[in-house]
Structures are given as C-alpha cells and as structure tokens.
C-alpha cells in the first residue's frame, strides 16, 4: 500500500479508497481520511525538504525519538516475558500500528469499532477492540471485519451485549472473539465485581458462536498517578481485582487465556504482575507534556519514552510589540488535558486565540518573532491532538521523510 516504505523515502499511498476496496466503505461516519489522490499528489513534494516548509499547523513525528520509543517498549517486554498491545487509539494508522507490530508488538488495540475497521482494512489482522460494540448495525459491522481478520476479539460486560453478539455470530455463521471487561477502579465499563465476570464468561463460553477469550481490565486513571510508587501501590490494588475476577471465571470451570491491562504509565509495573498476558500501551510511542509530568522510577520527569510528537505553527501576524499570532488553535492543539506546551518557552506565554489562531505574549523584549517564523508545542494529550490531523509529518534531523495517513481521525463510530 505505500509507494515505499524503505530507506529514506516513506511517503505513503493509503486511504478511504483503500478501505472501500475490501467492503468497508459505509461506515465513514467522522472526518474523512485524505483520499488517495491528495497523498500522492499533494505529499509527494515534500519528501526530503526541510520540515519548516511543511504546512503549519503540521503534526509532527520526531523519528529517531519514535523508534526509541518502539525499542525501549519492546525491549521492557520482552525481558519480562509479557507481550503487549499497543493502542491504536493513540495514533489511528495502520501505517504506525505495523511498526509497532514489526517492533514486536502481539497485535493492536482499537478503542472502537470505526478504528477496527481502519486497522483491519490497513493489512493488521490480529485487533482487540477495547469498548464494548453495542446495537445490531454495529455488530453487523464487527461481523463483517471479524469474516476478514478471524483474531478479532471484542470485549463485554453484561449478558444482555453477549446474547446480541452471540445471536448475530450464529446468523454470520461466525465463532467471535470475546473477553470480559472488568472494572478496576476507573468506573467506566466493565463488570464491576468478580462474580459477575465469572456469569458474563459463563455466558460467552456457552455460546457455541462465540469463544472466550479472557480478561480485560484497564486500569485508565491508574497511569496518571503521579509519583511511581503512588502509580504502582494504585496499580497492584487494580491487578488484585483483575486477579480475583480471573480466579472466579476459572472456578467455574473456564480457562482464562488472555487477561490485558495496562498502559504507558504503568507498563514496567503490570509487565511483571503474574498472571497478566499482555498490556496494552498507547502513549508511549508519543508521549506528551501531561505524561511527562507524572514522573519517573527515578525522576521527576517520565522519560522512559521521548516526546516524539509535536505540533508546528506559523507566526501569521505580529499586531504589537507584545504579541504575535500563529496559525494553530483549537483545531490544530487539543486542550482537554491542558494547555500545549512551547518546546522554547523563554519569555513568552502562550494562550489560544480561537479555532485556528494561538497568541504568544512576548514578556522578554529580546525573544522577538518575524511574520513566517516558526513555532512549535509538545501537545498536552497526544491521542486528542492526533485526532485534529489527518497526517504525521515524519522527520528525521529536521528533513521530512513521510507523510503518514491518519486514516482512522474521526473515527470514534
Ligand atoms: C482501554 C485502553 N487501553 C489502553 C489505553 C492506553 O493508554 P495509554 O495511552 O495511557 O498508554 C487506553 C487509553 O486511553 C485505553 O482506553
């Protein structure tokens, strides 16, 4: 699907098209991908320029730090013998999601089904769809990837979703995948005690069209505890409670084969923790200014993994001596877990200034910007800032050398 993904050129042919061609098109609800022509015709250019001529506000992928991040995650694993799954959620692109793979990741995480579609459609066939797939359209569609990629694996927490995927499996003529979500203190989804879980396995494994899989219990608000031994004493406490849910499921007589949890902030904890089979990182291979201030084993900073990611602005006007104007806002920088971070913030603040423009307030007379200068931010949540773009601008030592589809933005179908 690229036109090369060799050496130095990674400039890639791959879009909604692509997807339709395998039967997926209709369920394009969300920002469409960049179709194909405008990759290839419009990206082509680039390649082997100077990073300053992409189009601002351009999302930006920092290689050699990116492949750091793949090796450091793939090494932690497998010295302790646990396999992982990254979460596609974070970077919505079969592109990076076979990186990952390639780097010796298990398989991929989708945090819905629109995701899985993109994944599946993308050539990545082993995918475990992370929120449960609810209603008779969507599970029609969930059938429909899981008769292309047979590891598809769905989670579930009640027995009412387990008779709906049951039902619809039997009518497609399909065995599906399917683990028990349980809830390990984020209380989002999942069943919320261990002798639930062990019913909704009981009822997933006596459908003769569905198979248990597992476990899953994300632990999502544990990874951003901050202090390691806060974030691990909060993790142990949600590894117990997957552990007696999994204890449960297996007195009734089930065997538990996959029990996935865990993300960035706690990988080096719940890797070790027995009985887990796989984690399920997403940030790591971004990372962004809220995870860095969590901290470290060993430091105030978390920076086991390097900020990869960032986002490039243009100052656009220069209205007064105390002021300029880039060309990045809301739409470009997501906010939900605060401000953006400048990676040079000597003697300025920033501030939006709206949809598409950001304001530095110059407060060092000696920090000066000329209209066309350029202006780039560590994004404060990486998979919400992804979300506003449809490519990655991969870089290596300031020279573009792909431009990557973000083919599932939008996709929270
Ligand atoms: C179910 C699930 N698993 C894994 C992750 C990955 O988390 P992180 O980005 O902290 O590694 C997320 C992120 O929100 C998630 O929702």
Known sequence: MSISQHGRRHFVKHSALVVGSIGLTGHTAGAAPASTEELSMGYEQYIGLPVSEAPTPALLVDLDIFEKNLSQMADVCRQRKCAYRPHGKAHKSSLVGKKQLAAGAGGIC???????????AGGILDVLITTEVVGRRKIERLLQIAKLAPNLKVVADSEANV??????????????????????GQNRTGVDTADTAAKVAQA???????????VQAYGGTNMHVVGYENRRAASMWALERATKARAAIEKAGLTVEMMSVG???TYNIDSGYPGV?????GSYIFMDSHYRSIGGESSDVYDDFGTALSVLTTVISRPSKGRAITDGGHKALSTDSGLPMLKDTRGVVFQLGGDEHGVLLIKDPT???????????????CDTTVNLHNVFWAVRKGLIEGVWPIEARGRTD
Do not use: Y
Not at 111 to 120: I, N, P, Q, R, T
Not at 367 to 381: N, T
């Open 204 to 214: 997933i494994a006596s459908s003769r069209s569905l198979r248990f899989a597992g």
């Open 263 to 265: 993300g960035t902030g």
């Open 277 to 281: 089979t796989e984690i399920q990182p």
């Open 110 to 120: 989708a945090g819905k089904l629109g995701e899985a579609e993109v994944f599946v």
């Open 367 to 381: 920090r000066d910007f000329a209209i066309g200068d350029k202006v780039e931010f560590i994004p404060s949540h």
């Open 163 to 184: 008779a709906d995927l049951a039902a619809s499996a039997r009518a497609a003529g399909l065995r599906l995948a399917v683990l028990v979500d349980v809830n390990v």
